[in-house]
Structure formats: structure tokens, C-alpha cells
């Protein structure tokens, strides 16, 4: 008989939008933990039938949940960031919909990929934690952040990989605290949630290595194409922060070839790649500028320099 110790509860949020990356994601998890005992909880909004049955298809425990629009109805959808939406909120709801015999779990964005085992989650001690985190960004943002929104301490974190003691998560009523600061700070919180749970659990949390949570975009060019190749580059989790998102066409590099890998293990794997034009930014057009130019593309880069310049004195 296994005991509920050995596994590893795996929680995943999404709407019908990206359920591809969902299925994305966890078939990384699933594929590099043949040898654990990993249950997948997928906490679904607005996802058809047929999508949810793609992914019930896929190798692996995945139970599903299905969230209610009036579960939702409280958040705010509204966002400067375009690559956020609604569905973001569910992980708030997650540890009072989890059956009770799931005691700590781990939470991933579906913009993540899985590179490793998660057995080595069995050796981090939260029982005195709401949650084991990683750190956002450099020490000088993370301050920058942390005085931005009125925290006490130089410490702020990342919310797309959280390792949660779902009791004390509970006991702390995080969620209901989590939905009054975004309803008194409307407008004010630039990250939402995340700005709103690093208030919450403010001391309350442990920190743990980057390799649980890499953002990609701390990484430079260099750095992005070779994180791959060498041992003490490569994360557990990789996480794709920012707009530009290894699922759209203009994203290439070796992200984009290992997010195509893994999701060749699901039912859309023949889906074309979307385009990201509609969603540039002036910065993206910068971006996009410069590796081209990297790579000799000389036309490439002045057009997208152009359509730069144009973005940025339209501002």
C-alpha cells in the first residue's frame, strides 16, 4: 500500500487559453519522475470537455477539478501585464478545494518546465512554514518590491512555484486575507497576487534554491541558449517569466525546443505554434532587434528596430 507521505501532489491552474501549456508542463514533471509517485491535481476554469479529456489522456494520476465563474467572481481581471489573466487567482483557492488527505503540495505556473525529480522536496522541512519559495529576482529588485508594497523585511517571491503546507495555509486564512488586500489596494498592487501573498506571508515563508523555480529572464542570452548543457546550470524548474513565452513562433532558441519536446507527449502536438506580433511591445521589437543582428540577420534586425522606434514615439 502506498502511504500518502510518498507521493508528491503536483497542483496545476488553468483556463481553456492555456491549457496546452498545462499539458505542457506537466508532461515535463511526468516525464522526469518515472520513478516517483506523483498525483496531478489540474484546477480548471472555463476549459471545455474535449480539451479536459485531451488532457485526461496524457500518462500520468490527474484528477480534475472544475472552478465555478463565481469562485472567481471577486478578482479582478484587469491587468497592465497582457500575459496575465483571471485563472491566475484559482491558486488562492487551491488548498481549501484539495481533498483533505493532501497535506503539502506543489503549486507550478503552467509557463514552467520540468527538467528533474521532485523527490528531493521530501528533504525541505515546512512543517513550521506556510510555504517554501524562491526568491523573484536580484537582491536590489527583491528590495525594490519588498518597499513597494510596504513589506517589512528585503524578501519577496516569486509565486510561480509554491511548496505549501496546506494546513498552515488554511490556518492563516491566506486566502481571505490574500482577497482583502486586493480588494483594499485595487489598482495599486502592479503584481496582484503575488504582491498580495508576499504581504500575507510575509515571515511565514522559507527560502529555498533557484534551481525550484529559474526564471528565465534573468538569464542572459548566453546563458538562455546553454543553461542545458552543463550540470550546475540546469534547474529543476525552469520558469518562462515575462511575455515572451517559448509557445509562440517568434520565441526560438533552445526554450522553445525543449518546450516543442515535451509537448510532442500531448494531444497538441500538432497544433501550430500562435504568433506573438499582436502582442509586441516596444521592448519585445528591442529584443527581437538584437538577436537578430546577433545572428547576421541584418534585415530582421532593422525592421524589428524600426517597428521599436515607432512603438516607442507613439508612447
Request: with cysteine; glycine share 4%.
Amino acid at each position: 500500500m502506498i502511504s500518502k507521505e510518498s507521493i508528491i501532489n503536483v497542483v496545476f491552474c488553468s483556463d481553456g487559453n492555456y491549457i496546452e501549456y498545462l499539458a505542457t508542463s506537466l508532461a515535463s514533471v511526468y516525464h522526469n519522475n518515472l520513478a516517483n509517485n506523483i498525483h496531478f491535481h489540474v484546477f480548471s476554469y472555463d476549459v471545455s470537455e474535449s480539451q479536459l479529456d485531451k488532457l485526461r489522456a496524457q500518462p500520468g494520476n490527474i484528477s480534475v477539478y472544475k472552478i465555478e465563474n463565481a469562485d472567481l467572481a471577486s478578482y479582478d481581471s484587469q491587468s497592465s501585464l497582457a500575459h496575465i489573466n483571471k485563472s491566475t487567482y484559482i491558486r488562492l483557492l487551491v488548498p481549501r478545494l484539495l481533498p483533505e488527505s493532501v497535506a503539502r503540495f506543489v503549486y507550478l505556473d503552467v509557463d514552467t518546465l520540468c527538467f528533474s525529480s521532485l523527490s528531493a522536496l521530501n528533504a525541505i522541512n515546512i512543517d513550521h512554514h506556510i510555504c517554501a519559495v524562491v526568491t523573484d529576482n536580484s537582491k536590489d529588485i527583491n528590495r525594490k518590491n519588498s518597499q513597494r508594497i510596504g513589506m517589512t523585511t528585503d524578501a519577496y517571491f516569486n509565486a510561480g512555484f509554491l511548496y505549501i503546507n496546506r494546513r498552515a495555509w488554511l490556518d492563516h486564512e491566506v486566502e481571505r486575507k490574500t482577497q482583502d488586500i486586493l480588494r483594499d489596494r485595487k489598482g495599486q498592487l502592479k503584481y496582484l497576487d503575488q504582491d498580495a501573498l508576499n504581504i500575507v506571508l510575509e515571515k511565514n515563508v522559507v527560502y529555498i534554491d533557484k534551481k525550484w523555480n529559474l526564471l528565465y529572464t534573468l538569464l542572459n542570452d548566453e546563458q538562455q541558449q546553454n543553461f542545458i548543457y552543463r550540470a550546475e546550470t540546469m534547474p529543476i524548474i525552469m520558469h518562462f517569466t515575462g511575455g515572451r513565452k517559448p509557445w509562440y513562433q517568434e520565441h526560438q532558441g533552445v526554450g522553445q525546443h525543449l518546450y516543442l519536446f515535451y509537448r510532442n507527449f500531448t494531444a497538441w502536438r500538432d497544433t501550430p505554434l500562435r504568433s506573438y506580433r499582436e502582442r509586441m511591445r516596444a521592448t519585445d521589437y528591442r529584443v527581437y532587434a538584437r538577436k537578430a543582428l546577433q545572428k547576421g540577420h541584418l534585415v530582421e534586425a532593422l525592421k524589428n528596430y524600426a517597428a521599436y522606434l515607432n512603438k516607442k514615439l507613439k508612447k
